[in-house]
């Protein structure tokens, strides 16, 4: 008896020495990613709060201003008169930002639902070898696939070549002359295989027993389809469209390549302006957008996290 009293006594005296081994793991486990977020996020956030808070030298430079109690509001009184004032001249082009995203967005889910759901109900054994052939070209960088969508829009490219033979237009076209639909399609070519990927693994996990029980109910290819496999994918819609419309709202290289003009600018554009302005005069306003862009961003975040935890409560 004294024997077992003293070994659950020691047991006892242990159970806190192995609470704090466990503590001590998974925070030596989360030590790399908090130092990252710190490092890469943290800092450059607050770097961007000091130069939006900060003032101009007598020679217009931006200075950072590291105090929060000495922050000024100048930058975030001049961005917004760029943004709602009498001469503002960001509020259309965030106007247009929006336009231009929602429409890529729209498009990419109508062309990646069905690549998606054709991979993962009638591909079969030939899974693997569709997804090679939907992702391989997007193995190439960014800049390289828009270079080359550049030499296929030009004046005498082979788009224009290939609608002439078939008599869709009676002159070549100026793709890259400042059109939007050009920055529209720039977009969703750019964007559409993230969407494939995620609308892909959300599909491939439907239960096809469910899919067979509507069916067995009466229902018919169309209506199971609207009924069972729709709703069951609309998380996987969800956070496909999240991971494609957050960097489409920030993306300026697609429309500086394929338009360049002033009337397809779009938000991330102004942004990139006034960040590289010719003496950093304009830097502090740019830190303010990047600020509003952030707060942009949060939203769409924030009811993405919320709607996957009602998703997953409802599904335990």
């Keep these: 008896m004294a024997q077992g009293q003293e070994r659950v006594g020691a047991g006892r ?19 790399p990613g908090i130092i990252w977020l710190a490092l890469l ?41 760029d943004v709602a004032g009498s001469s503002a001249f960001v509020g259309p082009t965030i106007l247009r930002t929006l336009v231009y995203v929602a429409l890529a967005s729209v498009i990419s889910l109508l062309i990646a639902y069905p690549a998606a759901y054709f991979v993962a109900r009638f591909a079969g054994r030939r899974k693997a070898l569709f997804l090679i052939l939907l992702i391989a070209p997007f193995w ?43 920055v529209v399609l720039g977009l969703v070519y750019g964007y559409i295989p993230y969407l494939i990927l995620v609308l892909y693994a959300g599909l491939d996990r439907i239960d096809p027993a469910l899919i067979e029980a509507g069916r067995d109910l009466g229902l018919g290819r169309v209506r199971t389809f609207v009924h069972v496999t729709l709703p069951l994918s609309r998380q996987a819609i969800l956070t496909g469209m999240l991971i494609t419309v957050l960097p ?35 830097q502090g306003e740019g830190a303010v957008f990047s600020l509003l862009f952030l707060l942009v961003l949060i939203a769409p975040m924030i009811y993405y996290v919320v709607a996957t935890n009602r998703s997953s409560r409802g599904a335990t």
């Design 13 to 31: 005296r242990d159970r806190p020495k192995q609470k704090e081994a466990h503590r001590l793991f998974w925070a030596a486990l989360a030590a």
């Design 41 to 81: 996020f943290v800092v450059p956030f607050y770097a961007i709060l000091a130069i939006a808070g900060g003032q101009l030298d007598l020679f217009g430079v931006p200075i950072a201003v590291w105090n929060p109690l000495h922050w000024s509001s100048a930058n975030y009184s001049a961005a917004w008169h």
């Design 140 to 182: 190439i960088s960014y800049m390289m696939r828009m270079l080359a969508w550049i030499d296929l829009l030009q004046t005498n490219g082979y788009v224009n070549k290939a609608l002439s033979l078939l008599h869709l237009i009676g002159q070549p076209v100026n793709w890259l002359g400042g059109l939007g639909f050009t």
């Design 248 to 282: 489409m709202l920030g993306d300026y290289f697609t429309n500086q390549l394929l338009s360049g003009t002033p009337g397809t600018t779009m938000f991330g554009n102004v942004i990139d302006d006034q960040l590289s302005s010719s003496g950093g005069v304009l």
